[in-house]
Nanobody
Framework: QVQLVESGGGLVQAGGSLTLSCAAS????????MGWFRQAPGKEREFVAA???????LYGDSVKGRFTISRNNAKNTASLQMNSLKPEDTAVYYC??????????????????WGQGTQVTVSS
């Protein structure tokens, strides 16, 4: 079992920055690929970014060049640095953990564990 807790959400103006954090506890953190997804009202959960235990990363097209995912295996944490935020980035952001590999890390159904989510609101 893995427990995930997100933090760092909030209200920010367009063009601003936020950093989300995900703290993990339970089973060995380093074996999991960590991912960030987001879900806006009335929309499906959308892949944002993922980072493998080795540090390899993958990003959704809508956030490439603006968001950076990182992890610290010693501290059991994963982070999402979000720059140049846009109103369309407004959503609840979720941290997840998966044993999936390759392109499958982009699929929310492949994640075994989820945090409770943190709200990010970007005002225009």
């Amino acid at each position: 079992q893995v427990q995930l807790v997100e933090s760092g959400g909030g209200l920010v103006q367009a063009g601003g920055s936020l950093t989300l954090s995900c703290a993990a506890s339970g089973r060995t953190f380093s074996v999991y690929t960590m991912g960030w997804f987001r879900q806006a009202p009335g929309k499906e959960r959308e892949f944002v970014a993922a980072i493998r235990w080795s540090g390899g990363t993958l990003y959704g097209d809508s956030v490439k060049g603006r968001f950076t995912i990182s992890r610290n295996n010693a501290k059991n944490t994963a982070s999402l640095q979000m720059n140049s935020l846009k109103p369309e980035d407004t959503a609840v952001y979720y941290c997840g953990a998966t044993t999936a590999m390759g392109v499958f890390v982009q699929l929310s159904a492949q994640y075994q564990y989820w945090g409770q989510g943190t709200q990010v609101t970007v005002s225009s």
